[in-house]
């Protein structure tokens, strides 16, 4: 694994640590909150290569984020189980941050998508430890490389007269190359803007484009209403990456996956305090 560890990542850590003091309103000491480089490499490096076993893989992770064994649910469809936690607000808002656990047939899927679980877990850990005013839905999807089996699981779980309380869904798909990007084709172009500006504001490297073929996560939200962002940390090569033998632990930066959880961080904070009218 390439080790880049972010001390030099131009990101405003003072003003980060207050923003998320400010905005979530923790009793804890800010800095307490957001994670280290080195426990997200901890848990970058204990990947699971067996697509069997990775379900359990993701319920270790989020049980060493301190989530108790009643508060990680395992939610079977007809096809797929889907991972979830849910962290209470004080109103009936509800945004999803979700990242899916399978991998190819080919490779450890560890850029594809063992870095977006991490960030996934990791953005548990603090958004928990902050008590958020909307109420936050981590969900880990399953069989995302047969068609989104998931996330289309999940956002058919959702009665139609509930879909407006949910304001924002974002999904951590591929970090460990580049720069946090916004996939603008597969993304609300309200959220890309969001994203833009945060990243802009907080001087954070952050770029955004198209990939003709993509499909995400994302995608049953906003095709359904639901606002919905999908972020990824992928370089220009990724081709030669992802779903080939190659997509193993060696090749992921941890800089690039740690900024991409300090952007997210700061991305959903910002979330938190909007208007769900003022994302659609």
């Known amino acids: 694994m390439k080790f880049a560890l972010a001390v030099g990542l131009p990101v405003r850590s003072r003003n980060l640590l207050l923003l998320i003091f400010l905005v979530l309103g923790s009793r804890l000491r800010a800095q307490d909150l957001v994670s280290s480089a080195e426990s997200l490499l901890s848990d970058l490096t204990d990947i699971q290569c067996d697509n069997k076993m990775r379900q359990q893989a993701v319920r270790d992770l989020f049980a060493r984020m301190g989530a ?3 508060e990680i649910t395992d939610r ?6 889907n991972v979830v936690l849910e962290v209470p607000g004080t109103t009936n808002e509800r945004i999803i941050i979700g990242a899916h656990y399978d991998k190819s047939r080919i490779g450890c899927g560890a ?5 977006g679980i991490v960030i996934l877990a ?3 850990r603090t958004i928990r430890a902050a008590h958020p005013n909307k109420n936050f839905v981590f969900v880990a999807f399953g069989r995302e490389e047969e068609g989104l089996l998931g996330s289309k699981a999940m956002l058919e779980s959702i009665p139609k007269e509930e879909r407006r309380n949910y304001c924002a869904m974002v999904n ?3 970090f460990g190359m580049a720069r946090p990007q916004a996939l603008e084709n597969v993304s609300t172009a309200k959220l890309v803007e969001l994203a833009r500006k945060v990243a802009k504001e907080n001087d954070i490297p952050f770029a955004f484009g198209t ?3 993509a499909g995400a996560d994302s995608d049953p939200f906003r095709f359904k209403g639901i606002p919905a962002l999908t972020l990824h940390g992928l370089a220009s090569r990724y081709h030669q990456v992802i779903h080939t033998p190659a997509d193993t632990e060696a090749e992921v930066d ?3 996956v740690y900024l991409g959880y300090r952007f997210a961080l700061r991305l959903v904070a910002h979330l938190d305090k909007c208007d769900c ?3 659609r």
């Open 68 to 70: 108790s064994e009643t």
């Open 76 to 81: 079977s469809y007809r096809k797929v189980t």
């Open 111 to 115: 850029i594809d998508n063992w870095t």
């Open 122 to 124: 990791h953005l548990y």
């Open 172 to 174: 951590l798909d591929s």
């Open 211 to 213: 990939v003709a073929t």
């Open 254 to 256: 941890l800089g690039s």
């Open 277 to 279: 009218s003022d994302l």
